[in-house]
């Protein structure tokens, strides 16, 4: 059974940090993309972040651009996102994703095949 699980969530007051990890059981993504995306209450989930299987490579959403970083380690089957100068509208589920289809750091939900559970990010003003 394929598992993402996030872990790192909480509260934090505005201008702090936060690393999400996502860690995969049950298979390998070294070789996938993998992202990072976010639902608040009454909003559709969104993209945040992507990174290609290399870990060369990433992508984000304008509204984190420069204060979020999606890093990963193949040998722990693990990706991060740190997020620094944290804001109230950031208060959200975060959830990972895993793309196996080969889709080059994609931003679509629907070009996610994995999902882990979400953990809670609540920054407090």
């Known amino acids: 059974q394929v598992q993402l699980i996030e872990s790192g969530g909480g509260l934090v007051q505005a201008g702090g940090s936060l690393r999400l990890s996502c860690t995969a059981s049950g298979r390998s993504f070294r070789n996938y993309a993998m992202g990072w995306f976010r639902q608040a209450p009454g909003k559709e989930r969104e993209f945040q972040a992507a990174i290609a299987w290399s870990g060369g490579t990433t992508a984000y959403a304008d509204s984190v651009k420069g204060r979020f970083t999606i890093s990963r380690d193949n040998a722990k089957n693990t990706v991060y996102l740190r997020m620094n100068s944290l804001k109230p509208e950031d208060t959200a589920i975060y959830y990972c994703?895993?793309?196996?289809?080969?889709?080059?750091?994609?931003?679509?939900?629907?070009?996610?095949?994995?999902w882990g559970q979400g953990t809670q990010v609540t920054v407090s003003s």
């Open positions: 994703a895993g793309d196996t289809s080969g889709t080059y750091l994609p931003r679509r939900i629907d070009a996610y095949d994995y």
